[in-house]
């Protein structure tokens, strides 16, 4: 078999010299700058170079890296493969993601963490390298695919860029397991981007207060959501899937069973996020409060509500809604909480999550509960995600504690 090699960039120069004047072009990044040769954006920019079974070279050009990759792949292959290894090595990357997407459906893996793989795989992976002959990935296809997620215009965030790499490492491996022959460094070694770490604010009483004040003179109706939040932790697709049903007022529960996503009812985060909590009596009040001013019942006929909220359905019971009683979506209650933010003055780039994290912190810091219960009531999967991320306690000093345990262990009482 003829050595291996990866397409040819015609765009760009292989060896610049920067030193005698070559210039660089907006085809790079500020870590990997790229200088145009005389063929820039000239015909069909990748070129597959390689010599035939026979030994003929040949020069073919691709719109894409992966195109042009696959065409190498399939015109170099050796012709006297065993039947065992082209069944193997000769199926595709989007085989061995459905493949993937079948195996967890079997094993009744968490469906949030399924349908999040299948739309990496659908939407990034497999238009990226599905065409591809599995066994022939190379370390250099994960270099690509991180250039190829960069130039993709609705991936803004370099976190999803990152969850995205995530979803092609599982897949890899995956394919690893199932006895293609690939190498288990395909995908180590590979520069991703820089991610700024959220900054961690710490929000008090007063101020969830003062915000929960700010969306009452936007929209009255939301206000429900910030005591929901901060006084039972439930996270914001949470609050928006909340039934009244799943309220028990007399006893003082609440089910969290469900939440609500692009308008659409989605399974929880985790498994510990299903739970039924017990709640303050201040959130009951609020409840009440909220069921008085809009009840379940208050929607405008359906002829008129068709009229008006044609993509929608009535609310099915739902806490928080539209004032015409249909669902309400995200997007509508994220606008109203960022105004409210500004309002209220809270710090730039305070989060709805951050009113789950005050929950947590109210609980681990009150003494009235022991750290595996806080973990319960916060829903969190590991006990470390409680007390290292979330419960953010004051210096000792600060708190106006003290310690006293060791004067009651070493001095005896007379």
Not at 32 to 59: E, N
Not at 251 to 272: A, C, D, M, N, W
Not at 314 to 328: C, D, E, N, V
Not at 338 to 354: D, K, M, N
Request: glycine share 6%; with cysteine; hydrophobic share 35%.
């Amino acid at each position: 078999m003829n050595k291996r090699t990866v397409p040819f960039d015609r765009w760009h120069k292989t060896y610049p010299k920067p030193d005698r004047g070559d210039s660089q072009c907006g085809c790079g990044k500020w870590n990997r700058p790229l200088y145009p040769s005389s063929d820039h954006g000239r015909g069909l920019r990748w070129q597959a170079r390689y010599k035939d079974r026979s030994g003929k070279p040949h020069r073919v050009a691709f719109g894409t890296w992966s195109e042009a990759m696959s065409h190498i792949d399939n015109e170099t292959s050796p012709i006297n493969e065993t039947a065992q290894n082209w069944a193997v090595g000769g199926r595709t990357v989007a085989f061995y993601a459905m493949k993937f997407i079948e195996r967890r459906e079997r094993m009744n893996a968490l469906q949030r963490t399924t349908i999040s793989y299948e739309q990496n795989f659908r939407n990034y992976i497999i238009p990226f390298s599905g065409i591809r002959v599995a066994s022939s990935l190379r370390w250099a296809d994960s270099i690509a695919f991180v250039d190829y997620l960069l130039t993709r215009p609705r991936l803004r965030s370099p976190r999803t860029v990152i969850q995205i790499f995530y979803a092609w490492q599982v897949l890899v491996n995956y394919m690893i397991d199932e006895g293609v022959p690939l190498s288990e460094n395909v995908t180590s070694r590979v520069t991703l981007p820089e991610v700024m770490p959220r900054s961690d604010i710490r929000l008090t009483p007063g101020q969830v207060m003062s915000v929960a004040s700010a969306i009452r003179q936007l929209a009255p109706r939301y206000e429900i959501a910030v005591w929901l939040a901060a006084c039972a932790g439930l996270r914001q697709g949470e609050v928006l899937g909340l039934r009244w049903e799943n309220i028990d007022m007399d006893r003082g529960l609440v089910s969290i069973t469900e939440q609500q996503q692009k308008g659409k009812t989605r399974p929880l985060k985790t498994r510990s996020s299903y739970a039924t909590l017990a709640v303050d009596a201040f959130l009951v009040e609020r409840l009440k409060e909220h069921l008085l001013r809009y009840p379940p019942s208050e929607k405008k006929p359906l002829a008129e509500f068709k009229q008006q909220e044609s993509c929608a359905s009535p609310s099915r019971g739902f806490i928080l809604t539209k004032p015409t009683g249909a669902p309400l979506h995200m997007n509508n209650f994220y606008w109203r909480w960022r105004q409210a933010v500004e309002i209220a003055g809270l710090p730039a780039g305070t989060r709805f999550h951050s009113l789950k994290r005050f929950y947590t912190s109210v609980l681990g810091t009150s003494g009235h509960h022991d750290p595996k219960t806080v973990q319960h009531l916060s829903r969190h999967a590991r006990f470390a995600q409680t007390w290292d991320v979330y419960v953010m306690a004051p210096p000792p000093a600060v708190g106006g504690r003290k310690v006293t345990d060791f004067s009651e262990a070493f001095i005896s009482p007379e």
